[in-house]
């Protein structure tokens, strides 16, 4: 018996008997590390929303203190040029007055253009922070998703050059937006897998077109999937969600030929 480097998953010599239980046990170990990395998506997203919220308050603030503070001087001197003026240059005051108002309209104006436009560009740059960070994430679970690839491929080519009594066979369905049954989760879904048995423990995945944007929404409608269960010529899916777009699906089913297995770990009859 050999592990794979980044997971430690089991890959089962040429001289080794393959066990469901091998399959079982990588299988929940790729599927606790995409949920860890789901789980550090959402956090990542959360702290910078929380940033983001934090920054436009400051912001807000500043502003209006900005205003208040303008406004409070307008008043005071309004208020000290009409203590020193008289009766008889009343109308000359009172335009001195509308100049100064229309100047500080204009200051005003100015100062607000000046923080729209601070706002704007610590917008485009927390925007920039929070693409790139983006960027990193989805290459992140690129890269995850060809070594789980990779090594689930290791582990099929393992099992086609043992001499051991067992075969595998493909099957393929899809899940359609129409069929899931429920109000509320769980949501399930019958669909008809010509070939498959109820006691078959089929390894599942999702089929990928090779279309960013399609691979996306299916990869995100995959993670709303927690329960596949198998019967004779069909599969109950089950779903936290329902997913808002169709999900091909590919089953790899292990099977004894002839029932020819006595007990797990013990040699076939001839």
Not at 55 to 73: F, N, W
Not at 108 to 136: L, T
Not at 140 to 165: C, T, Y
Request: without cysteine; proline residues 3%.
């Amino acid at each position: 018996m050999k592990y794979t480097p980044n997971l430690n998953l089991k890959k089962p010599d040429v001289t080794d008997y393959v066990r469901i239980g091998d399959l079982n046990d990588n299988m929940d170990i790729l599927d606790q590390e995409v949920q860890d990395i789901r789980g550090t998506i959402d956090q990542e997203v959360q702290n910078i929303q929380g940033i983001i919220d934090q920054e436009v308050q400051s912001i807000r603030d500043l502003i209006d203190q900005e205003v208040e503070d303008i406004r409070g001087i307008i008043d005071q001197k309004i208020q000290e040029i009409h203590g020193i003026i008289d009766q008889e240059i009343q109308d000359i005051i009172d335009q001195k007055v509308q100049d100064i108002q229309d100047t500080i309209d204009q200051k005003i104006q100015d100062i607000r253009g000046i923080i729209d436009q601070e706002v704007q560009d610590i917008r485009d740059i927390i925007n920039q922070e929070i693409q790139s960070i983006q960027g990193i994430i989805d290459q992140k679970v690129q890269d995850i998703r060809g070594i789980i690839d990779q090594e689930v491929g290791e582990i099929w080519d393992i099992i086609d050059d043992l001499e051991s009594p067992v075969y595998h066979t493909t099957l393929t369905v899809t899940l359609d937006t129409d069929s899931w049954t429920g109000t509320e989760a769980p949501f399930a879904q019958i669909q008809e897998v010509s070939g498959i048995f109820a006691t078959d423990v089929p390894i599942v995945d999702v089929v990928l077109s090779g279309d960013w944007e399609v691979d996306q929404a299916r990869l995100e409608a995959w993670g709303h999937i927690y329960r596949i269960v198998t019967s004779d010529d069909s599969i109950t899916v089950y779903a936290r969600e329902k997913p808002n777009v169709a999900l091909p699906l590919q089953l790899k089913a292990v099977r004894e030929i002839d029932n020819l297995l006595v007990e797990e770990g013990e040699p076939l009859d001839d």
